[in-house]
């Protein structure tokens, strides 16, 4: 009888061997460990390789990112030269339209001759 319980409980710890789950967490934690540097996860380090550029889709980014701000910048450099020249001459806006305003005019008056 106690040999059939010996190789029942053998059985069973091979069957359980089967069944237990890889990501269960057999070491127990000691209140000392929690102070000490952890190894990172594959996704966190991941993750901050990417925050440091170190990853190709990090370094497309960044080269895509430094593209958009050039192109940011030189629209913004052309929008202040368009509005430096409407606030330095505003005499010349102001004659470009009257001229305009003047040559349809003239155009009016000719109509109707």
């Not at 010996?6 to 990501?23: C, G, H, R, V, Y």
């Not at 209140?31 to 370094?59: C, F, N, W, Y």
């Amino acid at each position: 009888a106690a040999e059939k319980q010996k190789t029942k409980a053998l059985d069973q710890k091979e069957e359980d061997q089967d069944l237990i789950n890889p990501n269960h967490v057999q070491k127990k934690v000691n209140i000392s460990d929690l102070g000490a540097p952890r190894e990172l996860s594959r996704r966190e380090s991941s993750s901050q390789m990417h925050v440091a550029g170190k990853t190709d889709q990090a370094k497309a980014d960044l080269g895509r990112l430094t593209k958009i701000k050039a192109e940011r910048e030189t629209v913004q450099a052309m929008k202040r030269k368009v509005c430096h020249f409407l606030v330095v001459k505003p005499t010349l806006t102001l004659s470009v339209a009257k001229a305009a305003e003047l040559a349809a005019k003239q155009k009016a008056a000719a109509g109707l001759r």
